[in-house]
C-alpha cells in the first residue's frame, strides 16, 4: 500500500467540503488502508481525505484505543468542554489550545456502508471534531482567535523553511 502525501496548509483542497461517499467498495477500502498507512508514518492519530488531497466525507482514526474509518461523519452530540493542545499533519504539527466539547457521539459509515454511533470522551472525542471539521473543509486554526491563528501559520511556515 503506498503512502500518499500529505497536503499543507494552505492547499486548496483543505477548504474544500468533502463529497459525500457512495460506493462502498473495494477502492474505498483500499484507499482507507492507505490512509492509516500515511497517517502511522506521520505519527498522527486521525487523516482526513482532505489531507491526501480528496475533497471526500472520509476519515480514518487511531487515538486512545478508538481505531474506526469514519465515511459520511456527523457530530450528533455533545457535552461539556475542554482546552487542550491540538495540532494537525496538515499545519507541521504547530500545537495550539482549541476548545472542544469533553465528549462527542460519531454517527458515520464504516468501509463496509455500516452505519455506526460512537461516543469517546477527551482526547479521541478531540479526534472525531477535528476530523469531522476536515471533511467540512474546517482546519483547527479556523477555531482560533485571529491573533492565535497567525501565530500558528507563522511558525508552520518557518519551521518549513527550515526544513
Ligand atoms: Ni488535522
Redesign the pocket.
Given at each position: 500500500m503506498p503512502i500518499r502525501k500529505i497536503t499543507e496548509y494552505p492547499e486548496k483542497v483543505l477548504a474544500e467540503i468533502g463529497k459525500p461517499v457512495t460506493v462502498f467498495d473495494e477502492e474505498l477500502e483500499n484507499l482507507c488502508a492507505d490512509m492509516f498507512e500515511t497517517m502511522y508514518e506521520a505519527e498522527g492519530v486521525?487523516l482526513?481525505a482532505q489531507?491526501i488531497g480528496l475533497p471526500m466525507q472520509l476519515f480514518v482514526m487511531d487515538c486512545e484505543g478508538v481505531k474506526l474509518v469514519a465515511a459520511n461523519p456527523e457530530i450528533i452530540a455533545t457535552t461539556g468542554e475542554q482546552s487542550n493542545s491540538e495540532g494537525?499533519?496538515?499545519i507541521g504539527k504547530v500545537p495550539a489550545i482549541v476548545v472542544r466539547a469533553e465528549r462527542a457521539t460519531l454517527r458515520a459509515q464504516d468501509a463496509k456502508g455500516e452505519w455506526f454511533e460512537h461516543t469517546a470522551e477527551g482526547y479521541a472525542a478531540r479526534c472525531f471534531q477535528?476530523?469531522t471539521d476536515?471533511c467540512n473543509g474546517k482546519?483547527?486554526i479556523d477555531r482560533l482567535p485571529k491573533m492565535r491563528r497567525d501565530m500558528v501559520v507563522k511558525r508552520f511556515r518557518k519551521e518549513k523553511n527550515w526544513k
Open positions: 486521525g482526513a489531507q494537525c499533519l496538515s477535528h476530523e476536515h482546519l483547527f
